[in-house]
């Protein structure tokens, strides 16, 4: 769908559907919608004055102007309360408007910049999140599928604004588009089988991105990770037939008059639990464990697109985690790129081992901050819930503190969770330095602790989006399958890191 900012008025516009919006409580309507009410005789207050229509958030009506007014119809979205409405808001209601466009067929739609009048919300942020809401609720895996894929409607989405001159509207939209390019990637290759989505597939995708946005790329192959002694990946690694690949993307490259920031992202393409083998059960959703991977690749093409003034490096070791005669088994020892040796335990605990290496790798860019994400323990869904939030560790208050504003205002939520150095007697080892789990109990923090022993900078932060990998419910702007959790996340996050350093 292509999204514009058009000057005019609503009332006056030729579109197969205007979107407009009412809070809550409201009898009288106001800006737009107080217009075209008028210009329809009073249709949308009479809705409201029956009862039919309470501006509840998530509500949505139709109603036909039979040429009061040049649009053939109007998509009416509930806002709630107006003191409560945030930018998430918008993005819903943006999402549930436009999948009703869909639903009617609607080729051509305008809408109202929602919460920008007496919401109160920043116009150019208003613009960004309308324009996520409605790209991202259009969001539709066809995968595999022979049929043809359906006509993607709507086409076209109109953003109104009075003043030509208001460059604000148009920017919105631009960094709206950037980010929901990077979720639409990040869904794709998770939503993908895992014999299409392999570690090379991601390498694949991660340059053909790198072309489009204007990334830099490099991606290691297994000897070059041998030369650098990557030990713990290629631990996991070897007992697939599909060969690794540790890839990095670089914004910025170059630039050393910047900050640097590493995002990694665990990316492993397929986990069968190795030896520790997984029951089917809990087998069935591991297509999706490359999802922090996908969502680093994501955000480095949304990061890209906003040109955003920090030197940013997405590390993604990407790995098989399966069984075959030379695969890891529990009681080995392997030794990650920093020399730390490690017992394997579970050979279910892989996660942790693909990212050893890349937490190590990041040292050599003298990271400003470094964070990881990765669908790392079934122990953080059972702490956090399924689709609640992310558990957060952390190494510095202000990193925890950037990330968590980031949270509140993507909506992608986060919860920190402590890292107290209690967890290390989880993960002593008899026969090497650490071992690779500390077991059942505390199994999230035990999972952290091991992984500050490969992150050797001030700042650190360890996300943990297992329990955020599928769509649990319904969000109007989360379709089935694959969230994307963490694009808009990681995004938002760098774009303050960056104003912080100014
Ligand atoms: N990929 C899983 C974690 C996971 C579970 C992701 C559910 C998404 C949904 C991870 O590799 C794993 O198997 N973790 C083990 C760790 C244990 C062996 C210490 C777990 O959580 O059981
Ligand atoms: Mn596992
Ligand atoms: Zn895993």
Not at 328 to 344: C, K
Not at 387 to 394: C, I, S, T
Not at 453 to 461: E, G, I, M, Q, R
């Amino acid at each position: 769908m292509d999204i514009q900012a058009v000057v005019g008025r609503l009332e006056s516009l030729a579109a197969d559907a205007i979107i407009l919006n009412l809070f809550e409580t409201v009898t009288e309507p106001g800006g737009a919608t107080g217009t075209v009410d008028k210009a329809l005789g009073g249709a949308i207050s009479s809705l409201i004055a029956g009862g039919d229509f309470t501006g509840q958030a998530g509500q949505v009506a139709i109603l036909y102007p039979m040429g009061s007014i040049p649009a053939k119809r109007i998509i009416l979205v509930g806002l709630g309360a107006q003191d409560k409405l945030t930018l998430d808001g918008v993005r819903r209601a943006a999402a549930q408007a436009i999948l009703k466009a869909r639903d009617l067929k609607v080729k051509h739609a305008a809408t109202v910049l929602h919460g920008t009048g007496a919401g109160g919300l920043d116009i150019q942020e208003a613009a960004q999140a309308i324009t996520e809401g409605s790209l991202l609720a259009l969001y539709d895996y066809h995968g595999q599928k022979t049929a043809a894929r359906p006509e993607a409607l709507p086409q076209r989405l109109d953003l109104v604004i009075f003043d030509e001159h208001d460059t604000r509207v148009a920017n919105g939209i631009q960094a709206g588009v950037a980010v929901a390019a990077g979720v639409q990637v990040a869904r794709d290759l998770a939503n993908l089988p895992p014999n299409v989505c392999t570690p090379a597939y991601m390498a694949k995708v991660a340059a053909e991105l790198a072309q489009t946005v204007g990334l830099k790329i490099e991606v290691l192959e297994k000897t070059q990770m041998e030369a650098l002694k990557m030990g713990a990946l290629l631990g996991v690694a070897q007992g697939s037939e599909t060969p690794p690949r540790f890839i990095i993307l670089e914004h910025n490259a170059g630039r050393d008059d910047l900050d640097t920031v590493v995002l990694i992202g665990k990316g492993v393409t397929f986990d069968t639990g190795g030896y520790s083998l997984k029951p089917s059960e809990n087998m069935a959703t591991m297509k999706g464990d490359m999802s922090g991977g996908a969502a680093v690749i994501g955000a480095l093409g949304a990061i890209a697109g906003l040109k955003i003034p920090l030197h940013v490096v997405g590390l993604v070791p990407a790995a098989d985690n399966m069984i075959n005669g030379r695969a890891y088994r529990p009681q080995d020892v392997l030794t990650a790129s920093n020399g730390v040796t490690i017992e394997i335990i579970s050979t279910d605990a892989e996660g942790r081992l693909l990212l050893a290496d890349a937490l190590v790798y990041a040292s050599r860019y003298k990271p400003s901050a470094v964070v990881d994400i990765a669908t790392l323990t079934g122990a953080c869904v059972v702490a956090l819930g399924e689709g609640v939030a992310a558990g957060l560790f952390a190494t510095d208050d202000r990193l925890r503190d950037t990330l968590l504003a980031a949270a509140d205002s993507t909506a992608e939520k986060l919860w920190p969770l402590p890292l107290f150095p209690d967890y290390e007697k989880a993960i002593e080892s008899d026969t090497a330095d650490v071992k690779n789990s500390g077991g059942r109990k505390g199994g999230v923090g035990s999972s952290a602790i091991f992984l500050k022993h490969f992150a050797d900078y001030p700042a650190w932060a360890h996300v943990d989006m297992a329990g955020m990998m599928l769509t649990v419910g319904d969000s109007p702007y989360v379709p089935k399958g694959a969230t994307g959790y963490g694009v808009r996340l990681l995004t938002d996050f760098v774009r303050r890191w960056a104003e912080k350093k100014g």
